[in-house]
């Protein structure tokens, strides 16, 4: 029962949900760091909605089709990193404030270090972790007090993944720290 509880943690706190919560935290708490509603709708459709679009489209993109679990991973690693890419775009030539620059960059950054560690040089690092730990340093970053208070989610994604042996401690730590590096680089880049 623990381990089904464990699985159904982790579903929900998929990067687009937390980036999704996230981005609406920020906006209701201060909209003014979208510069408008159309930057804040926009940070919707590339942090959540993009990356979210692969499982959907899986079945009928032929070379993922029938690669399972494994394939819709890739997929979504793909799609999320092109939204974040769209969102970087997006960001700079529509002049949206730094506030939402810094979040894309922050995203692009972490999808990059993560491919980077996981494909290439083979040092797997947690994904999951990456995108629970991202947007609660993002909202400590704005003064949120609830990014303080999302850590215990932090802990619980943790424990869930350590429970049905998704990844290693030092994976966790790896993927955490690859959002706090990435939000160190976007804030002075």
């Given amino acids: 029962m623990t381990g089904k509880f464990a699985g159904i943690i982790r579903k929900f706190t998929v990067a687009p949900i937390m980036a999704f919560i996230m981005l609406v935290i920020l906006y209701l708490k201060d909209s003014s760091l979208f510069g408008g509603f159309t930057n804040f709708i926009l940070s919707i459709l590339f942090l959540t909605i993009f990356p979210l679009l692969a ?20 997929l979504a690693m793909i799609f999320a ?54 947007p609660l340093i993002i909202l400590m970053y704005f003064r949120m007090t609830a990014g303080y208070l999302g850590v215990p989610i932090l802990a619980v994604v943790w424990w869930a993944s350590l429970k ?20 160190g680089i976007a804030v002075y880049m």
């Fill in 55 to 74: 499982y959907p489209l899986q079945p009928f993109i032929k070379q993922y089709k029938n690669k399972g679990r494994e394939g819709q991973r890739t």
């Fill in 81 to 134: 990193v092109a939204g974040y890419i769209g969102g970087c775009l997006s960001g700079f030539l529509l002049h949206a404030p730094k506030s939402i620059r810094i979040i894309y960059l922050c995203y692009l950054l972490s999808g990059a270090l993560i491919t980077l560690f996981n494909k290439f040089l083979h040092l797997r690092a947690s994904g999951h972790a990456c995108g629970v730990t991202g």
């Fill in 164 to 183: 049905i042996r998704r990844h290693t401690i030092w994976q966790l730590i790896g993927g955490s720290m690859i959002s706090i590096v990435s939000l």
